[in-house]
């Protein structure tokens, strides 16, 4: 590539990340359901950000920060299974945010990041069960040339009698819609700004492990994005397809421990 056509991509990529990134739905609004209607009224199960459906953010707070304080105890000796987690991501304020960084040492080159954030929240029919604190990161740096796309998991809970029968599947598939819908809307704003390059980049999904079932719950997001993109093979729009702007090619997870 000569370096007028990546000065010239540099400059679309730059437009493209002038704003941050729109944050879909609202807090407490139903991103998934699964179950079926058991009643006339509500879905078995119910994933939203911010605060359980019908319910206040503090009302939502106050119930999980309860449930992971009585779940402590059975977690800290269950020999790393699961670990005992302090809710430090649940508060008062928790939903979704979306924020543009500035990450350039040298303003003579161009360094950016798109950062959406959200506080899941796990509902059965009569309250908040769990949750999932998690952030979609897009990064470019124009001096290597390179794009970051990362998902990085900060908390995961769930009520220890809610645990198994996939119920962190519900998390799994919601984390991956948000991730797909940044990338989607970040191509569609290189399309408008006259991209016409396109660029296949690895998806990493990190997070800071201290138990087993932490460990397992970063590669069952990878497992939900890998179903996606076989689901999508023949779909030329998919993101996981080579096209014009970015597409996921490579799916890698680094746990951290």
Partial sequence: MSKSHRRTVNETIQSAMTEPLHLPLSAGVPIYEHGGPSTRLRSQWTVTFGTAQGWSTSKTCRTLKAKVKRAWAIDQESELEFSGLAGKTLSNRMSASSERTDNSFDR???????????VLILSDQQEAVGFCTFAVDLNYCAADEQFEFEVEVLEVFIEPKH????RSHYLCIVIAQFAINALEEFNCRLFKAGARFAEGITLKIVGDVESRAGERFLFSVEKEFERRANESEFDDCSPFQL?????IQSIEVAPRW
Avoid: D, I, K, N
């Fill in 243 to 247: 096209c014009a702007g970015v597409s």
């Fill in 163 to 166: 645990r198994g029968g996939c």
């Fill in 108 to 118: 003579r080159q161009f360094a950016a990041g798109l950062r959406t954030s959200y």
